[in-house]
């Protein structure tokens, strides 16, 4: 049978699928003149915070972005302690140290990748300020013991959204739960730009007012700057784009559920690796279809599904806690430094094929025979 090679991720079809709206939103934009905080940013802003079911959606340039201004909005400084996922993009912790906080890693559940809620409040000190969990991979954390928490404690809860757009926590938009949810409209992710670009959601009308100063340079008026802040605004031809995009979400979010269940179909009963487990209380958005490798194979795997042209991705290789810049804190993390050792994500996006998908069942077969 035929080989043909398949990409970690292929946009070209989402692509060619909206070519002409798409050209036409950028060329309305180029011809319009307004390139920096226009109308369509001002659209977007309206119609995302419609679908996520929020008072206030602001746009910024990155999803980090995102991560630091929400945590300066949400009053988070110098000497803070945030508890987090030591399990993620570097991004999450960065963004703590950034705004001169102490990210304070604890474990994760092993079959949901996400934070732990049971080993968070053994680490809650006089110095904790906030919970950051991250829903990684298009997973939702489990929410409930972790708003419990924070309401018990007097913390804010920020949640890192960025590989979870139009995933859902017991029929609740992720992003919407905590204080604040943050989001990235980086390429890859399942509501991507063709650029940089992020989101904070919130509810909270003050968080919302700091966060607007903070994107521009700390300013509710121009010139008039009141706080330190940053340049940090959502382009208007992103805005444009992304707003093309927004209406078809949760169709392109089902379609990668559905890819998701013939892969846990096709390779049910491959030995020697573990399928991605759905928590009932979340709607995955399989941001990534995620199994682990058992055994320690995972690399000589990934090198044989290569060598047949089958791209796949580690995240992540090192959990952050391990990473030159923590690494002096000595933590012991088993789970998520297991779990670096063992993930390996496989191809996904809305319009992956089954025969794609029974392609990469049969190599998985050799490698592992």
């Known amino acids: 049978m035929e080989q043909v090679k398949i990409p970690v991720l292929d946009l070209t079809p989402e692509i060619e699928a909206l070519w002409d709206e798409l050209m036409a939103a950028i060329q309305k934009v180029l011809k319009s003149g307004q390139f920096i905080m226009g109308p369509n940013v001002k659209a977007f802003e309206q119609e995302v915070a419609a679908y996520l079911g929020v008072k206030h959606a602001i746009g910024v340039n990155s999803g980090t972005d995102a991560l630091v201004i929400a945590l300066r909005?949400?009053?988070?400084?110098?000497?803070?302690?945030?508890?987090?996922?030591?399990?993620?993009?570097?991004?999450?912790?960065?963004?703590?140290?950034?705004?001169?906080?102490?990210?304070?890693?604890?474990?994760?559940?092993?079959?949901?990748?996400?934070?732990?809620?049971?080993l968070?409040?053994?680490?809650?000190?006089?110095?904790?300020?906030?919970?950051?969990?991250?829903?990684?991979?298009?997973?939702?954390?489990?929410m409930d013991p972790i708003m419990g928490l924070a309401a018990k404690y007097n913390l804010k809860v920020i949640e890192d959204t960025a590989q979870a757009f139009g995933g859902e926590y017991k029929g609740r938009k992720l992003g919407t739960i905590g204080n604040v949810g943050c989001f990235s409209f980086f390429p890859s992710k399942?509501?991507?730009?063709?650029?940089?670009?992020?989101?904070?959601?919130?509810?909270?009308?003050?968080?919302?007012?700091?966060?607007?100063?903070l994107r521009v340079h700390g300013a509710r008026k121009k010139y008039y700057n009141e706080m330190i802040g940053y340049n940090s605004r959502l382009d208007e031809i992103q805005a444009a784009i992304l707003r093309v995009k927004l209406p078809h979400i949760d169709e392109w979010n089902e379609a990668r559920r559905q890819a998701a269940k013939r892969y846990n179909e096709l390779l049910k009963d491959v030995p020697g690796i573990v399928t991605p487990y759905e928590a009932p209380y979340a709607k995955h958005v399989y941001h990534q279809y995620t199994i682990r490798v058992l055994n320690g194979r995972r690399n000589e795997v990934k090198k044989h599904l290569e060598e047949q042209g089958i791209s796949t991705m580690i995240y992540y290789p090192v959990p952050v806690h391990k990473l030159p810049v923590y690494a002096n804190k000595n933590y012991r993390l088993p789970e998520a430094e297991k779990a670096a050792g063992e993930v390996l994500s496989l191809p996904i996006w809305s319009q992956?094929?089954?025969?794609?998908?029974?392609?990469?069942?049969?190599?998985?077969?050799d490698a592992l025979a």
């Open 190 to 213: 399942n509501l991507g730009a063709f650029g940089d670009g992020g989101l904070i959601a919130t509810n909270d009308d003050e968080i919302a007012e700091i966060a607007r100063m």
């Open 352 to 365: 992956i094929t089954e025969e794609m998908q029974k392609q990469i069942k049969r190599n998985f077969e």
């Open 120 to 142: 968070i409040e053994p680490a809650i000190t006089p110095k904790t300020k906030a919970i950051l969990p991250v829903h990684l991979y298009g997973q939702a954390a489990d």
């Open 73 to 118: 909005s949400a009053g988070i400084g110098p000497g803070d302690e945030v508890i987090t996922t030591p399990f993620t993009f570097f991004a999450t912790a960065e963004a703590i140290s950034q705004v001169g906080a102490i990210p304070v890693f604890v474990d994760i559940d092993p079959k949901t990748f996400n934070i732990d809620p049971e």
